[in-house]
């Protein structure tokens, strides 16, 4: 069994930051991409950010130059940090990863978090 657990959500300022923290545990051979996605109040889920095992980055344009994702390897965790939070950055945030589980190696499963809560408040 694998989990991702999130933790980091809650309620801030508009300007504020949160800094969200997601960690994969179980029976784990290897992680490969590791993504934060959004659900805002009434719409769709959406990807924020995403990051490669050998750090490339991508995010999508509403967040750009105000968030940025980082992972730690040896933890299989990877981090949300967010500035100049928004009110419309209000949303469920969520933790998504590409994880390979015994006995192979070469096959990547899609897990998801359970979602941390993010209020911004104006």
């Known amino acids: 069994q694998v989990q991702l657990v999130e933790s980091g959500g809650g309620l801030v300022q508009a300007g504020g930051s949160l800094r969200l923290s997601c960690t994969a545990s179980?029976?784990?051979?290897?992680?490969?991409?590791m993504r934060w996605y959004r659900q805002p109040p009434g719409k769709l889920r959406e990807l924020v950010a995403g990051?490669?095992?050998?750090?490339?980055?991508n995010y999508a344009d509403s967040v750009k130059g105000r968030f940025t994702i980082s992972r730690d390897n040896a933890k299989n965790t990877v981090y949300l940090q967010m500035n100049s939070l928004k009110s419309e950055d209000t949303a469920v945030y969520y933790c998504?990863?590409?994880?390979?589980?015994?006995?192979?190696?070469?096959?990547?499963?899609?897990?998801w978090g359970q979602g941390t809560p993010v209020t911004v408040s104006s």
């Open positions: 998504n990863a590409l994880i390979s589980v015994p006995p192979d190696w070469y096959r990547y499963l899609e897990f």
């Open positions: 179980g029976s784990i051979l290897s992680v490969n991409a």
């Open positions: 990051i490669t095992r050998g750090d490339s980055t």
